[in-house]
C-alpha cells in the first residue's frame, strides 16, 4: 500500500523536509525542542556541509545538514540508520570542523560560539541505557559543568514508544512525527499546532513532482534494502554463530562455548555483509571486529 507520507528516516525524505530554505521553519521548531532556554533560534542560515580534511589527500566530511545562527551558534544535524562502535568519536570529530571554522585571522582571543552536533538515531545507541534523549557536556571529576558551548544531543527513535494520546510536549510531537510519519493515513488529533499541518503538507508524497517522487522512490528502495540487509546478516550470521558455539561448548564447557558462538556469529555477520558490498572498514565497525580480523575474511 502506498504510503502517503514521505518517511523522514531516508536521505531524501529528512532533506526534504528539514534542509530546504523554505522548510527552516520546521527544523527551527524541533532544535528549539532539544535546546537550552538561551540558545532558541529565530533563525537559521544553511551554510556549507563538505568540509575537506587539514590536507587535499585527507577525506571529505560531508554532515546532513549543517546551520548557523545569527549570534554564531554552529549545528550539526546527522540522522543516523547504523550503529557504530566508535559512533561517539565520530560524532566528536565532527564536532571539531565546527570549532575550526570560528579561527580568526590576526588578534583573536579564542572566544568560540556554542556548538551543538545532533544524532536522529535509528538504533540502540548503547544497550545499557533507557533514555530516549542524551544531552551530554564536559563535566569535571565532581560532576560539575567544566564548559557548557559543546554540546552531543541524540535522540535514540527506537526507545520511543509513545502513543497519539500520551503525547504532552511538542518534543514528543516531533519524535513521534520521525518515528511514525510515514506510517500515518491523516494528522492525528494531538498534531493540529500549525507546525505540524505544515510538515504534513510538505511531506504529502502525491505533491511531489514527478523527478522527485523518483529520487524519493529510489531513496526509500535504498533505505529498505539497507535494513533488511542488516537485519538479515544479523540473523542469519548470530543463528550459525550459536550452533558452531553450542557445538564446541560441548568440548569447552557451556560458557566459553557461549562466547565462542558470540565472535562467530560476528564473523559470519561479518561475512554477510561483506558479500552485500559494504567496505570492509564499515563492516568493522558495524559488527564490532577488529579491521584485521574483518580483512582476514575478505
Not at 549545528?75 to 557504530?84: A, D, M, P, S, Y
Not at 552531543?152 to 497519539?164: A, G, K, S, T
Not at 542488516?230 to 558455539?245: I, M, N, P
Request: glycine share 6%; net charge negative; with cysteine.
Amino acid at each position: 500500500m502506498q504510503a502517503i507520507y514521505l518517511n523522514p528516516l531516508t536521505d531524501f525524505g529528512f532533506k526534504k523536509l528539514f534542509g530546504e530554505e523554505p522548510n527552516k521553519d520546521l527544523l527551527i521548531s524541533f532544535l528549539n525542542t532539544l535546546l537550552p532556554a538561551h540558545h532558541q533560534v529565530s533563525e537559521l542560515t544553511y551554510t556549507k556541509n563538505e568540509y575537506q580534511g587539514i590536507s587535499a589527500a585527507d577525506r571529505k566530511v560531508i554532515f546532513d545538514l549543517n546551520c548557523l545562527s545569527p549570534s554564531g551558534e554552529r549545528f550539526i544535524v546527522e540522522l543516523q540508520r547504523v550503529k557504530q562502535i566508535y559512533f561517539k568519536d565520530r560524532s566528536l570529530f565532527y564536532s571539531t570542523f565546527a570549532i575550526q571554522e570560528q579561527a580568526k585571522r590576526g588578534d583573536w582571543n579564542y572566544k568560540l560560539a556554542a556548538v551543538y552536533t545532533i544524532g536522529i538515531l535509528d538504533f540502540l545507541m548503547d544497550d545499557h541505557e533507557q533514555d530516549v534523549l542524551y544531552h551530554a557536556q564536559l563535566k569535571d571529576q565532581h560532576n560539575r559543568l567544566f564548559y557548557d558551548k559543546l554540546n552531543f544531543i541524540y535522540l535514540v527513535l527506537p526507545r520511543f514508544n509513545l502513543q497519539p494520546h500520551e503525547l504532552v510536549t511538542l518534543q514528543d510531537k516531533w519524535l513521534f512525527a520521525f518515528k511514525h510519519l510515514h506510517e500515518l493515513e491523516s494528522i492525528p488529533s494531538e498534531l493540529q499546532e500549525a507546525i505540524f499541518q505544515r510538515l504534513f503538507a510538505i511531506a504529502q508524497v502525491a505533491q511531489l513532482p514527478a523527478e522527485e517522487r523518483q529520487v524519493y522512490e529510489n531513496s526509500l528502495k535504498d533505505y529498505r534494502d539497507f535494513m533488511s540487509a542488516q537485519d538479515t546478516a544479523h540473523l542469519e550470521g548470530y543463528q550459525e554463530g550459536e550452533l558452531v558455539g553450542i557445538e564446541k561448548g560441548k568440548q569447552m564447557g557451556l560458557e566459553e562455548g557461549k562466547q565462542m558462538g558470540l565472535e562467530e556469529g560476528k564473523r559470519e555477520t561479518a561475512r554477510r555483509l561483506l558479500a552485500k558490498g559494504m567496505s570492509v572498514e564499515l563492516v568493522a565497525e558495524l559488527v564490532g571486529l577488529s579491521l584485521k580480523a574483518v580483512q582476514a575474511l575478505v
